[in-house]
């Protein structure tokens, strides 16, 4: 079995929370901005480069050679002798919350994790990095059954195509197109994750201290959320919801499940979550793998 997440791909627990968690906004209002061990991730700015850092396919090797298996095997229940895969992707949140996820799955005993990440990446700019193409590269190697997915940080701004032609404005402008080109393009990555029978989990994003920024990730949160809502077999983590007040604005405090004490969960760039609010976000993750792993029978 296996779970997807991220760019830089991590096997184990060998990423630890370290350094800030600053942000800076890409001149469409992007703001996903974190570490990358790739030493390659261009600034989110409006003009990004090409998406080099993708890769085409695996080799399918010779007439002889039996192709890597692109789909999982159900065989039963994870266990300790035959693990369920998790695959952690997405852009620099996954980055964030991954590695602690990781430690809470590794724990169990019964699960094995990867970690593929890629900061200022995201849905809106496949001349920057083509998604669909990386998760096509790496979905063989991995074959998980369970996969994490988080996109749309670096995601309010205008869409582009993968010439760098921008065929939609910003969401606000242009809302209903946007909203339509961005909805498609979420359920394409879904139905990707999906094929073979995965389960995935799309963790959504927080809101903004910023209110123009918040407007702009409105839009494009809603669009996967109904993206999700048109697939049952997706399970949506509404991050939004989670880390807003009672009032269901921007919050800097929760309360961390852990202790019950209210704690600080921003990082100085009022989008991002500092340490402690990825911990918390991955604690919500794990437990909707628990659930979905005893659902199929597994002691946990």
């Known amino acids: 079995m296996v779970v997807v997440i991220g760019f830089v791909l991590v096997r184990g627990v060998s990423a630890l929370f370290a350094g800030g968690d600053g942000g800076v906004a890409d001149a469409e209002g992007a703001n996903d901005v974190g570490a990358s061990s790739t030493g390659t991730d261009a600034a989110a700015t409006g003009t990004a480069p090409d998406g080099t850092g993708s890769s085409a396919s695996a080799d399918t090797g010779s007439a002889d050679t039996v192709p890597a298996d692109t ?8 266990t300790a002798a ?4 998790v695959f952690i992707v997405g852009d620099s949140d996954a980055g964030t919350f991954g590695p602690y996820l990781q430690t809470l799955l590794d724990g169990t005993g019964i699960v094995e994790t990867e970690l593929d990440y890629k900061v200022s ?17 790496m979905l063989p ?15 309010a701004q205008g869409l582009s195509v993968q010439s760098g032609e921008f065929i939609v404005g910003d969401p606000v402008t242009n809302e209903s197109e ?17 094929e073979g029978g995965r ?3 799309w963790v959504g994003i927080p809101n903004d201290d910023n209110p123009d920024v918040t407007a702009r990730m409105a839009i494009q949160d809603e669009a996967a959320k109904a993206a999700a809502a048109e697939r049952p077999e997706v399970i949506f983590i509404d991050t939004w919801k989670r880390f807003s007040g009672r009032d269901g604005n921007w919050a800097e405090f929760v309360i961390d499940p852990r ?8 990082a100085d760039d009022g989008f991002h ?14 437990q909707a793998i628990r659930d979905t792993l005893r659902a199929q029978g597994a002691s946990i």
Do not use: C, H
């Not at 035959?82 to 895969?85: E, G, L």
């Open 71 to 78: 789909e999982p095997v159900n065989t039963g229940p994870a």
């Open 82 to 85: 035959d693990p369920a895969k």
């Open 121 to 137: 990446s995201g849905l809106a700019r496949p001349d920057f990095f083509d998604w669909p193409a990386e998760i096509d590269r």
């Open 141 to 155: 190697q991995v074959n998980p059954d369970i996969v994490v997915a988080t996109f749309g940080g670096n995601d």
């Open 178 to 194: 946007w909203t339509a080109e961005y909805q498609e393009r979420v359920g394409a990555v879904m139905d990707q994750l999906l």
């Open 199 to 201: 389960t995935v989990i």
């Open 259 to 266: 202790d019950g004490q209210g704690k600080d969960v921003r």
């Open 273 to 286: 979550l500092n340490t402690t609010g990825a911990e918390i976000l991955a604690l919500d993750i794990a």
